[in-house]
């Protein structure tokens, strides 16, 4: 039997002022940690966001829940290019070797990051390079919304001067982000994008000339966003049979113009490329029938699914505010119920701010959990507190004191009921919170931190492996999977940190 709980913020951290766990009354967790315990990472790249960023709940349980570290798109295309795997990526391979006579790299171009990054860009080139493609012509959709409005000639200026290092590809053309990433369907900027790249309609420039005409554009009163079609490389149009790779990590505004190329234009045009094919950073839009190099996530095989796989039943439960957070979050984003688990919500107090019942309804938690506990039905059962997180958000650090104290007194009640009847004992937190309740300017710190966080056993004969910096989150599925002792799916990279 396993019993498993997710408590937040219950770590008392270094700092005891404005520490609302070291101020609470807590017997239950300080006998405790005496016992089998280790620290785990909740922030940043160890829960796949970026390095240094605090961890947050629905990132903490779709960690938990999955047994691996789930990398959000902008972090996992990072690491790729930065370790070079990207020019390993399946659809990159297939893009490159697919018998063309051009490849084509269409995409905002700044160091912006709302869409896309210039560095994308750098590294799609390098990896083509490296992977022997066709001839590369980068169509460069200029930005001057996430960046400043004329910053763009300086980013022209940065990719000329990659591409004559690189000694591969060519900048062909240059279209501001108004026209060729409009998501409003106004069909006219598409057209206007679109003949622009096949048929090379724009004011035609030297590359030796292109940032001095770009900065004329400026004092003329039209910034970057705005910029018509310019053409620099009149040899870089999209005709018959080319490859074309879009390469904005945001989807929104990339559907259309890639939907102008590859499923349906909504407006007449003259000329019309045909057998080309076109791959896409990241999935666009579902229905788009275009290979990805970064698919999105499946997170398959999670502890939820992998345990109904096994025939075992579960249990799940918390209050209305955190029960997306059992279910949706712990089951990797699914809102499937899969076969076997019970979910119960019990309903959170309504108050306008938790402050003002700061012991939420986590008794009403433990009351269904003690009752789970003691029918047996189900070997594994589970639940959040909420508490110290929801209440901690206020910045009232009083009541966050007596979400804490109370929090401790329900864990007490189930880990009694788990020693009565055969359970192994678990708890651990998605990130820091209640332990942080002052900010360095001495007012209220209402957010999340980047402490480790706890993980406790009770029952039982097994123990955990001396502590690393490098456990995490991810590693509490196989854990939990390995004193139940069921096998590991693929899927999970996470480690057990049991003892063998």
Known sequence: KQWYQRRVAITAGDNIEGNAVHAADTPVMTQLSKGKAVTLAAH???????EGLMGNSEVGHLNIGAGRVVYQDIVRINLAFKTGA??????????????AKKIHLLGLVSDGGVHAHIDHAKGLLAALKELNAPPAYLHFFSDGRDTKPTSGAGFMADMLDYIKGLEYGSL???TGRYYAMDRDKRHD??????????????????????????????????????????????????ED???LLFFDFRSDRMRQISEAFGVERHFETDVVPKDIAITTLTKYKDDFPFPNLFPPNSNVDTLAEWLSKENVPQYHCAETEKYAHVTFFFNGGLEKQWQGEERQMVPSPKVATYD???????????KEMVATIRAGEHPFVMCNFAPPDMVGHTGKYEPTVLACSETDRCIGEIL??????GYTFLVTSDHGNAEKMMSETGGPHTAHTCNRVPFYMDGGSAAFQPQRDAMALCDVAPTILKLMGIEQPPAMTGTSLLID
């Open 44 to 50: 940043g790249l160890s829960v796949g966001l970026p």
């Open 86 to 99: 990207i020019v390993k990526s399946p659809s990159l391979v297939e893009a490159a070797q697919r018998p």
């Open 172 to 174: 062909a053309s240059v």
């Open 189 to 238: 900027r598409i057209k206007l994008a679109y003949e622009g790249l096949v048929q090379g309609k724009g004011d035609k420039v030297a590359p030796a000339d292109l940032v001095s005409f770009v900065k004329g554009q400026y004092e003329a009163g039209t910034t970057d966003e705005f910029l018509k079609p310019i053409i620099v490389d009149e040899a870089g149009a999209v």
């Open 241 to 243: 049979g080319d490859t």
């Open 356 to 366: 003002l019942q700061p012991t939420m309804n986590a008794a009403g938690v433990a």
């Open 416 to 421: 009694s009921a788990c020693r009565e009847y």
